[in-house]
Nanobody
Framework: QVQLVESGGGLVQPGGSLRLSCAAS????????MGWYRQTPGQQRELVAG???????NYADSVKGRFTISRDNAKKTVYLQMNSLKPEDTAVYYC??????????????WGRGTVVTVSS
């Protein structure tokens, strides 16, 4: 059974940093692209960052230069390092297992999410 378990969310002040982790089980992690989405109340989920099996990454314009996605295939874990956080980054962040078509990432399986709140 596939499981994606996010951790690392919490409350942080503007300008601060957080690192989200997503531990995968029940899949051959190394053969899948992975991605992070986020959602705020009343809004659709948006792709924050994706990473291919080979390490190619893409980011939403709103987080470029501040967020970094990475993966550790030995640990079956994908990370999202978030720096210079802004109040508008407040959201539920979801880990996904997915695939790429060209440079476009599509999610196929979702974790349950972790809450990030950026506030003073």
């Amino acid at each position: 059974q596939v499981q994606l378990v996010e951790s690392g969310g919490g409350l942080v002040q503007p300008g601060g940093s957080l690192r989200l982790s997503c531990a995968a089980s029940g899949i051959i992690f190394s053969i899948y692209a992975m991605g992070w989405y986020r959602q705020t109340p009343g809004q659709q989920r948006e792709l924050v960052a994706g990473i291919t099996t080979g390490g190619y990454t893409n980011y939403a314009d709103s987080v470029k230069g501040r967020f970094t996605i990475s993966r550790d295939n030995a640990k079956k874990t994908v990370y999202l390092q978030m720096n210079s956080l802004k109040p508008e980054d407040t959201a539920v962040y979801y880990c996904t297992r997915g695939s790429y078509s060209g440079t476009d990432y599509s999610p196929g399986y979702w974790g349950r999410g972790t809450v990030v709140t950026v506030s003073s």
